[in-house]
């Protein structure tokens, strides 16, 4: 299938497009690099030394023979959008193209406002784009698993069906997101399903929870194909970046009780749950959702696991419990449904002492480009 990985530069994007590529794919990567100047704003830095785009390109095909088409420019320009696409003519659109951080979208009105303009505007630009040109192409778009929010009751698959005063009806999910960025998502969704109702459309949305790890089998073939690996308070999230503060001594930074439970994921099922979504597209008019994570677990779960596995490798960790930075329930009910990709197929890497090893082994090896004064969380969502 040719396959269009919008945010391909990205730390998912990234991943995924190699893996599509090296599975038989014709890949395009559409990025407007903006997450590095992001960074570069922030003045904070990935993990790891991710080369520049056209350079880990060159590098993929002189080791595999596989091109990788380049589309630099951003969603939200819709003549960009639209000549990319039908240059590219995909298949498949896989949207990962979005301000992906909570903490990021709370700094201030102006990092809201930018999150919602980026997230929903281009998300609606590349809707108008495949209504026009490609009405029968797949869109595999990330959700996140934080549109749910923490209800007191199991959490299903995008639908719930529900009886009210004798009558019963399958109706979306109720969305209670934590932050302006997850509330991207969830406007995100009613736009798609919106578009797919009116227009025929299909796609899938898949709400992934947290995704940890940084090797998959091509980011690992070669220095200049390595994946970002975010451990700052803004970008970092909580198991990467519990592995990099125990790389560097650091206490581990659990915001408030720790009791607050999330889906999780290895980067290595992100790529696979994506393959999954394109080789069973969703059919026409239909917006179809999958939960995207294999295991749940709470924060001081995750600090106690990285505590452990710490301890094999002669690091002594403590663990830290911070004033929370953020307004959400840190103890709660939390049980998602996740049965949808593992039906078509999905066998999930489960978070292992292994994999906490070499994820360990990793960030030792890259700890001197740790600025430790990045870790503590910046942003309060009180503000
Ligand atoms: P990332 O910041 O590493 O990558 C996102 C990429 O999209 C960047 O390369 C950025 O330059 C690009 N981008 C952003 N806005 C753009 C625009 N308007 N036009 C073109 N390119 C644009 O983020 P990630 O961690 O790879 O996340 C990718 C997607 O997966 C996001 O939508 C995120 O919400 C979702 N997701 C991520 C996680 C996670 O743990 N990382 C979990 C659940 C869902
Ligand atoms: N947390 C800590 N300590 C830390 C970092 C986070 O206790 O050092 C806590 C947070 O308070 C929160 C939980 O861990 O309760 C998760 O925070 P996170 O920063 O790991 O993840 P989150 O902000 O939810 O966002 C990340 C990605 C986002 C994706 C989401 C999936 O950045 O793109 O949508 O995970 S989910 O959480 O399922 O919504």
């Not at 919602?116 to 990330?142: C, D, R, W």
């Not at 394109?278 to 709470?298: D, H, K, M, Y």
């Not at 452990?308 to 929370?324: P, Q």
């Amino acid at each position: 299938m040719r396959v269009l990985v919008i945010g391909g530069d990205g730390y998912c994007g990234w991943a995924t497009a190699l893996y599509l590529s090296n599975h038989g794919h014709d890949v395009g990567i559409l990025d407007s690099l903006v997450r590095r100047h992001w960074d570069n704003e922030l003045c904070i830095n990935t993990l790891t030394p991710i080369a520049p785009i056209q350079q880990r390109l060159q590098r993929w095909k002189d080791l595999t023979g596989k091109s990788i088409d380049l589309f630099i420019g951003d969603l939200c320009n819709y003549e960009f959008l639209q000549k990319a696409m039908l240059q590219f003519q995909p298949d498949a659109v896989v949207h990962f193209g979005e301000q992906r951080s909570a903490p990021f979208s709370m700094i201030d009105r102006e990092h809201a406002v930018l999150t919602q303009a980026n997230n929903v505007i281009g998300t609606l630009n590349l809707l108008y784009v495949m209504h026009e040109h490609f009405p029968n192409s797949h869109l595999v778009k990330l959700g996140t698993m934080g549109e749910y929010g923490t209800p007191n009751i199991d959490i299903e698959e995008g639908y719930i069906t529900i009886e009210h005063n004798g009558r019963k009806d399958t109706l979306p999910y109720p969305k209670q997101p934590g932050s302006f960025y997850h509330l991207s998502k969830v406007h995100d969704s009613h736009n798609i399903h919106f578009a797919c109702k009116i227009w025929g459309l299909r796609a899938t949305d898949l709400n992934q929870g947290i995704v940890y790890g940084v090797l998959t089998d091509e980011t690992g073939m070669d220095e200049l194909l390595i994946n970002r690996l975010d451990y700052d308070g803004v970008f970092g999230t909580a198991l990467n970046r519990f592995c990099i503060q125990a790389a560097i001594g650091h206490p581990l930074t659990v915001y408030g009780k720790g009791g607050q439970t999330r889906g999780f994921l290895d980067i290595r099922d992100t790529v696979r749950c994506v393959e999954i979504a394109i080789n069973n597209p969703a059919n026409a008019g239909e917006f179809r959702v999958f939960n995207q994570f294999t295991e749940l677990f709470s924060i001081g779960d995750i600090a106690t696991m990285v505590q452990k596995a710490g301890a094999k490798l002669d690091l002594s960790i403590e663990v830290n419990h911070l004033d929370n930075p953020r307004v959400e329930l840190e103890e709660h009910y939390f049980n998602a449904k996740n049965t949808r990709l593992i039906d078509l197929g999905l066998d999930p890497h489960y978070l292992s002492d292994s994999l906490l090893d070499s994820l360990l082994n990793f960030a030792v090896k890259y700890k001197e480009r740790v600025n430790e004064k990045e870790i503590l969380p910046r942003v309060k969502w009180k503000g």
